[in-house]
């Protein structure tokens, strides 16, 4: 048959050698009187996936070219892997890194991170998935606004907290392009970034030591909580760098953030070093933090 056909485990079931094995747990339905299995339970997936799989199996490829769903999919993926069938595997992981992940399926798309997670077969897939949902967040909830309407559209609320615990990593890097005129005349602040539930920005302008008068540019990480009311420690290890011909960067600091305190780091490097055309730090007229 075309299931024996598919894979080891159906071949294996299927033939007059089976002997089925009573007991509670047999996912068995039924055999035929010489023995062999006519009927089999599969429970524990999604219906969608076990149609569309089998369906494709026996050569009816229509639905399996029309699915989108990421959970679907993911629960494909553990069919094969569970019953050893090779052939879709590489038509349905393609179908997965190339679907285009939206604010309607994000959700979607992790909890297939989840059913992923545990088939070590799969692991490069897993981390392709999660990294593109983390990249899609990042880019798509940087504000409060565009967070808390997606909240707000969001009824799977046990899936929605394990899903932000891994969409702001704790590794984070921030870019900031400034305008060197800008710079020189007001302080200015980057887009803020949302990680581990907080908005975190980039400050940065020119100041003046108050012992020698000396010039510098400052550059502080900027921490900000939306609830004002809630008391709130926050501790952290950053560094900052000034990317041009050469690489000026920061020692690495330990800064903690308060509800009182939320601006950390500090000088960074000498005004005459950043204006310094043999440093380059200066490129068409902008610094890049």
């Keep these: 048959s075309v299931l024996e056909n598919s894979s080891t485990y159906f071949k294996s079931m299927f033939s007059k050698n089976w002997k089925k094995i009573r007991n509670s747990t047999s996912n068995i339905d039924s055999e035929n009187k010489q023995g062999q299995v006519t009927e089999l339970k599969i429970t524990g997936y999604n219906a969608e996936a076990v149609k569309i799989l089998f369906e ?11 699915v989108d769903n990421f959970e679907v999919l993911a629960d494909m993926i553990r069919l094969c892997d569970f ?14 890194s190339t679907i285009k992940l ?18 070590e077969k799969f692991t490069m897939l897993t ?6 949902c983390n990249t899609f967040a990042r880019a798509n909830l940087a504000s409060w606004q565009s967070l808390v309407t997606f909240i707000a559209d969001s009824t799977d609320l046990t899936t929605l907290n394990q899903v932000f615990s891994s969409f702001w990593e704790d590794n984070v890097n921030m ?26 920005s980039i400050y940065t302008g020119k100041g003046v030591s108050y012992s020698n008068k000396e010039e510098f540019l400052a550059v502080f990480l900027k921490c900000e909580s939306e609830d004002k009311s809630q008391e709130w420690t926050y501790k952290i290890e950053s560094s900052s760098c000034l990317i041009g011909v050469q690489t000026h960067e920061d020692p690495k600091r330990i800064s903690t953030y308060n509800k009182y305190e939320f601006l950390g780091v500090g000088k960074i490097i000498a005004w005459k070093d950043l204006i310094d055309p043999e440093k380059g730090y200066i490129k068409d007229g902008s610094i890049h933090i």
């Excluded at 494709?56 to 029309?66: E, H, K, L």
């Design 175 to 200: 870019r900031f392009k400034v305008e060197f005129e800008s710079i020189t005349r007001k302080n200015l602040t980057s887009p803020s970034l949302v990680c581990s539930n907080f908005l975190w």
């Design 127 to 132: 981390k392709n998935l999660e990294d593109r």
């Design 102 to 119: 939206s604010m309607t399926n994000l959700l979607s798309c992790k909890r297939a991170c989840q059913v992923l997670q545990n088939l």
């Design 83 to 96: 019953y050893g069938i090779q052939k879709p595997v590489p038509l349905i992981s393609h179908k997965i």
């Design 56 to 66: 494709y199996v026996a050569g009816y490829g229509v639905m399996m070219d029309n």
